[in-house]
């Protein structure tokens, strides 16, 4: 389906527009002192856009669910003293009255509210002719659909200053990552929605701030558009998020490392030298493509066998043994396990299916 959008350019003035646009500030606002002590120091390392949650979605109850409206005050202290942009978390209408109230400049819908339409649609109509920039987390599922859809429903209540916030997708048991990164998502949202900003969010990715530098410059490396960083004056006291945040100087560290790659292709001899690599991978890819055919025709084969002398499709000691030796050998290679175990899922799963025809013939 088509993706339609009535977009603004997601710029604003008084911040520096050049990539990458970046939003920092705290997982929570806790204390007045607090809020003020961490943007007056963001300031001071040249960040415009203060964020902080004043309703924390929490995944469990009877924890700090944040401070609530008695936060917002302090947002506008950021604002009027401190000449900074605001941006904080919305999940239903009441929210958004209140941070409109005390005139918030950025909105942003958390990762689980945008699993749910219910409470998208919620916030688009209680933001239905207002003219104010929202950014969208993804969903919590790494489902582009429902991203999307936010998108539309918040388009459609008016809102045409927007960007997404690529923080990571939940995942069942233990991973590198608090949120997994699957990048091939935020990628496909640009490849749909060309014009729409992207900001990748490397606090909620990594949940540890020594991962954050290497997911902010990946990001940097796909030409995303931003980031949107968790800083606290004093990180390991947070109330919330404390092992991922970073004081402001940090951050500054963080920020000034990154290298910023050219997006485009600038003269003839770096075109002819990428020409050439690509055709090579043309090439393999070919190639892959012949072997996964033949590979497929020999599974065929072997279903038909199985047919004749009645054999169930799976034999669970052969896929196992396959799986380990194989995955073995890729590693040898120079290939990740991740990489290699993804594949030969992905094979397997075709070669039953070839299977399972043949048994239905
Ligand atoms: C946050 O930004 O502090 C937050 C709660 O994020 P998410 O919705 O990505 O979990
Ligand atoms: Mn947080």
């Given at each position: 389906?088509?993706?339609?959008?009535?977009?603004?350019?997601?710029?604003?003035?008084?911040?520096?527009?050049?990539?990458?646009?970046?939003?920092?500030?705290?997982?929570?606002?806790?204390?007045?002192?607090?809020?003020?002590?961490?943007?007056?120091?963001?300031?001071?390392?040249?960040?415009?856009?203060?964020?902080?949650?004043?309703?924390?979605?929490?995944?469990?109850?009877?924890?700090?669910?944040?401070?609530?409206?008695?936060?917002?005050?302090?947002?506008?202290?950021?604002?009027?003293?401190?000449?900074?942009?605001?941006?904080?978390?919305?999940?239903?209408?009441?929210?958004?009255?209140?941070?409109?109230?005390?005139?918030?400049?950025?909105?942003?819908?958390?990762?689980?509210?945008?699993?749910?339409?219910?409470?998208?649609?919620?916030?688009?109509?209680?933001?239905?002719?207002?003219?104010?920039?929202?950014?969208?987390?993804?969903?919590?599922?790494?489902?582009?659909?429902?991203?999307?859809?936010?998108?539309?429903?918040?388009?459609?209540?008016?809102?045409?200053?927007?960007?997404?916030?690529?923080?990571?997708?939940?995942?069942?048991?233990?991973?590198?990552?608090?949120?997994?990164?699957?990048?091939?998502?935020?990628?496909?949202?640009?490849?749909?929605?060309?014009?729409?900003?992207?900001?990748?969010?490397?606090?909620?990715?990594?949940?540890?701030?020594?991962?954050?530098?290497?997911?902010?410059?990946?990001?940097?490396?796909?030409?995303?558009?931003?980031?949107?960083?968790?800083?606290?004056?004093?990180?390991?006291?947070?109330?919330?998020?404390?092992?991922?945040?970073?004081?402001?100087?940090?951050?500054?560290?963080?920020?000034?490392?990154?290298?910023?790659?050219?997006?485009?292709?600038?003269?003839?001899?770096?075109?002819?030298?990428?020409?050439?690599?690509?055709?090579?991978?043309?090439?393999y890819d070919d190639k892959l493509l012949d072997i996964l055919a033949a590979r497929m025709n020999v599974a065929e084969k072997i279903g038909r066998y199985k047919k004749e002398n009645n054999l169930t499709i799976l034999q669970s000691g052969r896929w196992d043994e396959l799986l380990r030796e194989r995955s073995e050998k890729g590693?040898?290679k120079?290939l990740?396990?991740?990489?290699i175990l993804k594949v030969l899922r992905a094979i397997h799963q075709e070669s039953i299916n070839r299977q399972t025809k043949v048994m239905n013939e």
């Amino acid at each position: 389906m088509g993706v339609k959008l009535d977009l603004e350019k997601f710029e604003f003035s008084g911040v520096d527009n050049k990539r990458p646009l970046v939003m920092a500030g705290p997982c929570s606002a806790e204390t007045e002192e607090q809020v003020m002590e961490t943007a007056r120091q963001l300031k001071e390392i040249g960040i415009h856009i203060f964020r902080a949650g004043i309703w924390k979605p929490r995944t469990r109850p009877n924890t700090f669910e944040g401070v609530g409206k008695e936060g917002l005050p302090w947002l506008k202290r950021v604002q009027s003293e401190l000449g900074m942009l605001t941006a904080t978390e919305v999940a239903n209408a009441s929210h958004v009255f209140e941070a409109l109230k005390y005139h918030v400049d950025i909105l942003w819908i958390g990762a689980r509210t945008t699993a749910n339409p219910f409470a998208v649609q919620e916030i688009a109509d209680a933001l239905e002719g207002v003219d104010i920039p929202v950014l969208i987390k993804n969903p919590v599922n790494p489902d582009v659909e429902l991203w999307i859809g936010a998108f539309e429903r918040l388009n459609q209540a008016g809102i045409k200053k927007m960007a997404a916030i690529h923080r990571g997708f939940s995942t069942y048991g233990k991973s590198f990552y608090r949120n997994d990164p699957q990048w091939q998502i935020p990628i496909e949202l640009k490849r749909r929605i060309p014009n729409l900003p992207m900001i990748t969010d490397p606090s909620h990715i990594c949940g540890n701030r020594e991962l954050l530098f290497e997911i902010s410059q990946e990001a940097m490396d796909l030409n995303f558009d931003g980031l949107i960083i968790e800083s606290h004056i004093c990180p390991d006291k947070a109330i919330s998020d404390a092992s991922q945040q970073l004081t402001p100087y940090a951050l500054k560290e963080l920020l000034d490392k990154l290298v910023l790659r050219k997006p485009n292709i600038e003269n003839s001899i770096m075109m002819h030298t990428l020409e050439d690599l690509r055709q090579e991978i043309d090439k393999y890819d070919d190639k892959l493509l012949d072997i996964l055919a033949a590979r497929m025709n020999v599974a065929e084969k072997i279903g038909r066998y199985k047919k004749e002398n009645n054999l169930t499709i799976l034999q669970s000691g052969r896929w196992d043994e396959l799986l380990r030796e194989r995955s073995e050998k890729g590693v040898k290679k120079g290939l990740s396990e991740d990489f290699i175990l993804k594949v030969l899922r992905a094979i397997h799963q075709e070669s039953i299916n070839r299977q399972t025809k043949v048994m239905n013939e």
